[in-house]
C-alpha cells in the first residue's frame, strides 16, 4: 500500500491531515484505529477501487509514534498499515523565511555542477543516460555537485539558493528541468535521496545560506503514478480533444472576458505531457497543500517559489496561501507571473486594494514589470516612456502592492534569454544592470552563469541551460574559481561579489526607504536611505560620456560633502558634478 502524506507531525496549526491510501480494491474497507490523541473524522471514496481518504484529526495532545490503521470487509482478509506521527523537528520561530535582506542564486540542478556520477542514470527509470552534448538530455548534476559549492554562493555574496524543482521527473524525455513532476514525496533519485536533500538544506543553513524549493500545482508529468490511475475523472481537466491554455493571464480579471477564454486560460493543458490538476477537487486540493507543508516540515526549508502561479484555480491558491501562513508565520513564498501590465501583475499580490472580494494570501511575486523596464532602459534610448523611462514608470506604480519590497526582481532566469546576450555582450552595461538588481527595492535574482557572463538567446530555451564550466571533472576549465576564468570574466565577477557583498552589510540598500527623480536625457538618479546611511545611484545610460550637474538632488545631498563609489573604491571630493562614462553607473556612499 502507498500512504500520502508519508508521515504526520502532532502539534501542527491545522488539526487534521487527510491520508491518501492508494492499494488494490481499498476503497470499500471500512478503516479503524485506536491512538490517543487520533481519530478518524470522515473516510472519501471516489470512483477508482483502488483509493480511500481518511481524514485525521490530531489533537494537540496526540501521543508521538506509530500506530495501525485496520482495514475490514466482509468475506476479505483484513488489512494493516503502519502510520507515523512525529514530533515537531524545527521550531516554526526559529525559521528566518526570505526576506529583502536575501541575494538569490537561481541554479538548475542537473545542469551546475556533477557530484555523485553514480547516480547519473538509473535502469529503471523512463529517461536513461547522460549526454552533455544534447540540451534536451539529462547532464548529471546533483545535490552533492551544488553542496560541494557552497562556499562559492557565500563569496559572490549569496544568501539563498533556488533550486529549479527537484522532486522526481520520471519522464521518457526533458526530463532535466524538473517541472514535471511524477511523485510528491521523493527527491529525484537521479539529484540525491530525500535523507540527501535534507542534508543539503542544514549544509546550507550552516553557511548562513536560505533555501528555496521551486512548487508546481498546475500540472504534473503524464507518467505521476497518479496520473496512471486517476483516483477520479476529474482529478485533472479532461477534453474530448487536447485542449491548450492560451496563456492569457489578463483573462482572470479582465472585465470584458468571455467564460471561454478564462477556462481556457486555467484549465488548459500547459503542455502535452503535463495533465492540468483540477485544484477544485478538494482530495486533490487537500493533498498539494499537505505535500507543500510536509517538505517544510520534514526540512526545515526557507521559502517556495511557485511555478505558473496565474493557471491553478486561484481560489484554490488563496486558501493554499492561507494555510501556509497559518503553518508558518515566516516562511516566505513567491509567485511566477509572467505577465504584461502593472494592473494585471499586482493584482496576483495579497491584500491587493483592486480585488475587494479576494485575498491571494501571496506576499509576493517574480517582478517582470521590472524586468521588462530594465531592459528598455539599458538598450533603448530614453523616450517620454521608453528606455529608462520605463523603469521609472514601473516603480512609480509600487503604489498597487501592499509590499513591493516583497517582490522577486531579476535580470533572466531560465525561461528568458541571458541577460550578457541580450545587452549585446556589453560589460558597461552589464555593471549598470547588476546596480540596478543589487540596489533597486525588492529580493534580487541571479541566475547562474550570469556572474560570469554565460551567454545564449532563448532559441530555444535549452541554449540558455548550459552547464556551468568546472562542474564536471572533465571540463577543460573550472570557472568556480578566478583562476580559471578569464580577465574578462573576473572583472564582471567581481563587480557583482563587490555590490553583493556590500548590499549584505547595508541595510539601507535592503529595506531602507527608496526616492527616485523623472529621469532626463538617460540620467537616472535614486537614492536607498535609512537612519544611518544614504547611497546615491546614477546612471548615464546613454552611448556618450556626458557630465551631470547634480543641482536638483539638493534635498538628499545638503550636508555631505563627499563620497566613495563602492564598486571601485573611488573617492569623490566634490558633488556639485559628477562626470559619467557611457553607460556608467555609480554606488556612492554619502559622507559628512
Known amino acids: 500500500a502507498r500512504v500520502e502524506p508519508p508521515c504526520w507531525w502532532v502539534g501542527m496549526a491545522h488539526p487534521t491531515v487527510e491520508l491518501l491510501i492508494y492499494d488494490k480494491d481499498i476503497r470499500d474497507f471500512e478503516p479503524s484505529l485506536q491512538h490517543p490523541g487520533v481519530q478518524i473524522l470522515e473516510v472519501t471514496r471516489l470512483q477508482n477501487p483502488n483509493y480511500q481518504f481518511i481524514l485525521l484529526e490530531v489533537s494537540p495532545g496526540a501521543q508521538v509514534g506509530t500506530f495501525e490503521i485496520f482495514f475490514k470487509k466482509a468475506g476479505v482478509p483484513e488489512r494493516t498499515i503502519n502510520y507515523e506521527l512525529k514530533a515537531r523537528h524545527f521550531s516554526p520561530d526559529t525559521r528566518q523565511g526570505l526576506t529583502s535582506a536575501d541575494f538569490i542564486y537561481l541554479l538548475m540542478p542537473d545542469r551546475f555542477a556533477n557530484g555523485d556520477p553514480s547516480n547519473d542514470s538509473f535502469a529503471d527509470m523512463n529517461q536513461v543516460g547522460i549526454n552533455r552534448d544534447k540540451m534536451y538530455f539529462r547532464h548529471g548534476g ?76 498546475n500540472h504534473v508529468g503524464d507518467q505521476h503514478w497518479f496520473i496512471q490511475d486517476l483516483p477520479d475523472e476529474d482529478w485533472i481537466h479532461q477534453f474530448d480533444n487536447y485542449l491548450q491554455t492560451t496563456y492569457r493571464a489578463p483573462t482572470l480579471m479582465d472585465p470584458y ?122 538598450n533603448v534610448p530614453q523616450g517620454w516612456t521608453e528606455g529608462v523611462a520605463r523603469l521609472y514608470f514601473t516603480l512609480a506604480q509600487d503604489f498597487l502592492y501592499e509590499d513591493p519590497y516583497r517582490n522577486v526582481i531579476f535580470l ?41 557572463g554565460m551567454k545564449n538567446f ?16 572533465a571540463d577543460p576549465v573550472n570557472k568556480f574559481k578566478a583562476t580559471g576564468r578569464s580577465a574578462a570574466e573576473n572583472e564582471v565577477w567581481n563587480y557583482v561579489s563587490t555590490l ?20 532626463e536625457d538617460g540620467f537616472y538618479a535614486y537614492f536607498r536611505y535609512d537612519a544611518e546611511k544614504t547611497v546615491m545611484v546614477v546612471m548615464n545610460l546613454h ?50
Not at 550578457?420 to 549598470?432: L, P, T, W
Not at 532563448?458 to 571533472?473: E, H, S, Y
Not at 553583493?500 to 529621469?519: C, D, I, M, S
Open 142 to 217: 546533483d545535490l552533492k555537485g551544488i553542496q560541494d559549492r557552497l562556499d562559492y554562493f557565500v563569496e559572490l555574496g549569496a544568501t539563498a539558493l533556488w533550486l529549479n524543482p527537484v522532486l522526481e521527473n520520471d519522464e521518457h524525455y526533458e526530463s532535466y528541468h524538473g517541472y514535471a513532476v511524477t511523485d510528491h514525496y521523493q527527491i529525484d533519485k537521479r539529484f540525491g535521496s530525500n535523507e540527501a536533500y535534507v542534508a543539503f538544506v542544514e549544509a546550507c543553513h550552516a553557511k548562513g545560506l536560505k533555501v528555496v524549493m521551486d512548487i508546481i500545482h
Open 257 to 378: 472576458a468571455s467564460r471561454d477564454d478564462r477556462k481556457r486560460m486555467s484549465d488548459g493543458w500547459f503542455d502535452r505531457h503535463m495533465p492540468d490538476l483540477n485544484q477544485q477537487h478538494p482530495q486533490l486540493a487537500n493533498y498539494l497543500i499537505q505535500n507543500n507543508i510536509w517538505w517544510v516540515e520534514y526540512t526545515g526549508q526557507d521559502a517556495y517559489r511557485i511555478d505558473t502561479y496565474a493557471y491553478p484555480d486561484q481560489a484554490f491558491m488563496a486558501d493554499w496561501g492561507k494555510r501556509m501562513q497559518r503553518e508558518y508565520s515566516d516562511f516566505n513564498f513567491f509567485g511566477e507571473t509572467w505577465v504584461h501590465g502593472m494592473g494585471v501583475q499586482s493584482q496576483f499580490t495579497q491584500n491587493n486594494e483592486l480585488r475587494k472580494d479576494y485575498n491571494s494570501y501571496l506576499p509576493g511575486i517574480t517582478d517582470f514589470q521590472v524586468y521588462y523596464a530594465i531592459n528598455d532602459a539599458l
Open 412 to 452: 533572466d532566469n531560465h525561461d528568458l534569454s541571458r541577460f550578457y546576450s541580450v545587452i549585446g555582450e556589453d560589460v558597461r552595461k552589464f555593471k549598470s544592470g547588476i546596480t540596478m538588481l543589487l540596489t533597486l527595492r525588492g529580493i534580487p535574482m541571479l541566475y547562474y552563469g550570469t556572474e560570469i
Open 458 to 473: 532563448t532559441d530555444p530555451d535549452g541554449k540558455v541551460r548550459g552547464d556551468f564550466p568546472g562542474g564536471w571533472t
Open 500 to 519: 553583493a557583498t556590500y548590499r549584505k552589510e547595508t541595510p539601507a540598500l535592503q529595506n531602507g526607504r527608496l526616492t527616485q527623480f523623472v529621469p
Open 543 to 592: 552611448p556618450e560620456a556626458r557630465s551631470l550637474k547634480t543641482d536638483r538632488f539638493q534635498e538628499f545631498l545638503a550636508g555631505y560633502t563627499h563620497a566613495v563609489d563602492i564598486p571601485t573604491g573611488r573617492s569623490y571630493t566634490a558633488l556639485s558634478t559628477l562626470n559619467l562614462a557611457p553607460y556608467e553607473a555609480l554606488v556612492l556612499e554619502l559622507k559628512h
